[in-house]
C-alpha cells in the first residue's frame, strides 16, 4: 500500500475506533472489519474482541485464534510472522516486536513470535523476537519475555522468569465461549 | 451511553486534548471540565491538572483529591473504585488496572486500587488491583505495583519492592497550593 | 507558543502521522519537516528517521546527530536539554525524561541527558533525568536507565544494570549510511 492509502486507511480506522468486537452480521463494527480485512490478517474464526489505538506495523504476517481478546493500545511490530493461539486474552499496551538487530553492527532482522491456547497477558506486556509461549501461561504486568516459556506456567519480571505452575487450570474458557 | 456517544465525547476531547489545567471560571477549559464532567468522577476540589491523552475504560468510579497532577498518556480502567488522595502527582504512562483474572479459569474480577496522600508516582508506573498505596509514598518510574505500599516509604522494580524510607517529608507540597 | 497554536500544529503533524523520513528535496515529507522546525530542535544532519505519534513535551532543548531513527510512540519530556549522538537506533515507545523531584517536598528539578554515539535502545526503554550514555551502547526493551552507563556495554532491568561487554562492535553502522 502507498502511504497515503495506509493513512487513509487509519483515519478510517479512527472513526470507528472504540472498544469492539467483530462478529459477523452486525453492521456496526464494519468498518473496523473492513480495516483489519486490509491488513490481510489471518483469523480463525469470525469473531474477535480489539480494543481502542491497537497498532499494526505492517499487513499481514499475523495469525489470531478463537476467541482473541486484544487490549487497547496494543501494538503488533509484525516484520515476522505473529501466530496466536485460541482464547488469547490480553490487557492493555501488549507489545509484540518481531524485530531486533544485532550487537556487534546493529543490522536489523527479525524472528517469528509464537503463542499458545489459553494464554493471559497482563497489562503493559513486552514479547521480544524469537520467542514461543505454550498452552495455559500467565505473563505477570510490566513483563518483558525474552526466552520460551513452558506450558502451563507462571512467568513475570524484566526480563521474565518463572513464578509458579498453574493448577487445575480448565481447559475451557467458559467466558469465552459466547465469541464463537 | 451508547458507544455513538461515547465516541462524539472522546471526538470533542480530542479538541481540546493538550496540558491542561481545570480551574473554575476559566471559559478555555470548558471542553475538557465538560468532558470530565460527563464521566462522572467525584472531585474533592475544582482544580486538577491533567494531561494530553489521558484514558478513562469507563464513567465513575474515580476520585480524586485536592491538587492531583496526572501525566499525559495516563490511563485509568476504572472497572471498580479507583479513590485518590490529595496533592497526588504522576508523571506521564500512569496505568491503574482495577481489573483482573482467576489463573485457572481466567474469569474476570476487579478490585479497588486507593490512594493515600502526597504521593508521587514516575513515569510509565502501574498500579494493580486490590493495592492500597499509603500516605507519602514515591513509586519509582517503569514500576509495577502489585502489593499495598506502606507510609513513609520509597517502593520501586518489577514487581516494586521496598527502597527505603523518605525521611523529613514536609506535610504541605508548597508547589501545589495554588491549585486550590 | 500559546495553546491554540500548539494544538493546531499537532493537528497539522497528524495528518502527515505515519513512518517518514526527512530528506532535503522530498516534497511529501514536508508538512512533518515543518512541524520539527516549529519546535527548534537541533539536527546535525538533514536526514532523520520519526515513527507515528513521537511526543515532545515543548519546544528546542534536543539535539539529533547524524542518522538517528526514533521508533513511534516515543516521548521527549525535554524540560532541560537532550542531547543525541550519531547513529542513535530507538525501538518504540522511548521515553527520555529530564524531569524529576526532590523526595522530601515534591518539588520540581530537571537534569539534562546525554546519549553517545551507536546506541540501540529496545523497546519500551525509559531514561531518566541526569544520565549519561556512552557510545556503542544497548539498552534492553523495558529498561529502565537511571544512572550514567559505560562505553561498549549492554544493559538492562528495573533499574538497568550491566549486562555484558559488547565485543568487535563495528564502528561504522553500514546499514544507515544511506541517511547521510
Redesign the interface.
Known sequence: MG?LK??LL?LINKL???D?LIRPNQS?FKIREFYLKKYKFTFHSASIRLGINV?FKQKGNISFGRRCCIG??S?F?NYDKITIGD?F?S???L?I?T???E??????YSKKVTIGN?V?C???V?I?CGVTIGDDV?V?????V?KNVENGT?V????AKFIKR?????KV????EWLD
Open positions: 502511504k495506509i493513512l487509519h470507528a475506533d472504540f469492539f456496526r497498532y487497547s493500545f501494538q511490530w482464547d486474552l490487557a492493555g499496551n507489545i516486536n524485530g531486533s538487530h550487537l556487534h553492527d546493529l543490522s536489523p489459553r493471559w497482563g497489562t503493559n513486552t521480544l500467565v505477570a504486568a510490566g513483563s518483558v525474552t507462571v513475570g519480571g524484566v526480563p498453574i493448577e487445575n487450570r480448565t474458557i467458559k467466558q469465552f
